[in-house]
């Protein structure tokens, strides 16, 4: 028998799958907690959206699955792209939607989340996809209320499959007979960071939706309602800063913005930090989220483009390796920030290709382990090879 075939009631499969459900992930809403647990929360969690209104950035993609909500038509979803950019979010609002409730009780009743990264196998999975999906939706107090506005697809349940890319194949084999079987009255939201890791006939079952990198504007607007909502000081640029450094990644945003706000409030004698809204904090800078995600500063790599481009090879090395040195630099970042500054430049194609390609190769020695000094030293040559071709014309 072909995985294909393998049915529910087969004997245990390991898979790398495993099941949580939306009650162990209730902890996310901050909405229906006491006030004090909810000032204890990562401001990630917090500031979770509720609603499809909450979710910033993606409005294609909002406004097809609002499109098939008001069509009462739901297709099995395959929600992918890196992290942070809101998938796990937007599936969690569109339930909301979908079953027309705030409450995390009543969304228990329709909805089973499984995350595959923790460890267990598709036997067990498939027992509770089983489980939950053969007992009938009933509308009573407890659970849902039909309404007006609840829609017909109220009557599906939904089964979101998170990080379904670190499934075995065979785990994501005798997922798609589980779809099939249970597609009368079941809807999956498959949600991966790569699709390539995905198997085409369980790819070919789901109307995908690639969620990128969040642009700056959208960010923008969730950071300063946070910083609002916090009362951060934090001056625009350090702002520019955060939202530059996070690169689309929302999560990393409200992470970093959080430390920043911890390390700028003043503790008491126990070394226990102030609360309260007397307590005077510090400014956050454009310094201090720099250091936070230990980048390199803007000043930093201008001077490491500086001796690059102006200076001689033997000077250009020590400058750059007294840089690293004093700043505690990893070539990496200096490679990311460096590439960023020189695309900015403007020079003939063949200097661009030549720089890019050269740091592409070291990054890549890098990755793989090679001598950072010497990497260091390659790095320093192909940024002065362009320049010369520059100074050659
Ligand atoms: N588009 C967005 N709008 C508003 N908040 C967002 C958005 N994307 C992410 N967030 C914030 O970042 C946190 C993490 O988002 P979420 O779990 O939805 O990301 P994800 O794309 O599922 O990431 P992963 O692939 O790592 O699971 C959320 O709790 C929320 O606070």
Known sequence: MSDDEMDLDDGPVDTGITFSTIEAKGKRSAANLPVEVGDSLPWVEKYRPQSLDDVSGHEDILTTIN?????NKLPHLL????PGTGKTSTILALARRIYNTKSEAALRHHVLELNASDDRGIDVVREQIKTFASTKQIFSSAKLEPTNTTSSIAQFKLIILDEADAMTSTAQNALRRIMEKYTS???FCIIANYTHKLNAALLSRCTRFRFSPLPIPALRRRVEHVIESEKVRIDDTAVDALLYLSRGDMRRALNVLQACFAGSTPLDKNGVALSGPDVQR??????SIYDCVAAPHPEDIQAIMNTLLTEDMTTALITVNRIK???GLALTDILQAVAEEL???EVKPHVRV???AGMAEIEGRVAAGGNESIQTAGFAGVVKAGAEMIAKG
């Open 185 to 187: 009255n079941v809807r």
């Open 325 to 327: 040195t004093l700043k």
């Open 343 to 345: 695309c900015r430049l």
């Open 67 to 71: 499109k098939f909500i008001d069509q």
């Open 282 to 287: 510090e400014l956050i800078t454009e310094t």
């Open 79 to 82: 929600f992918y792209g890196p």
């Open 354 to 356: 030549q720089w890019l």
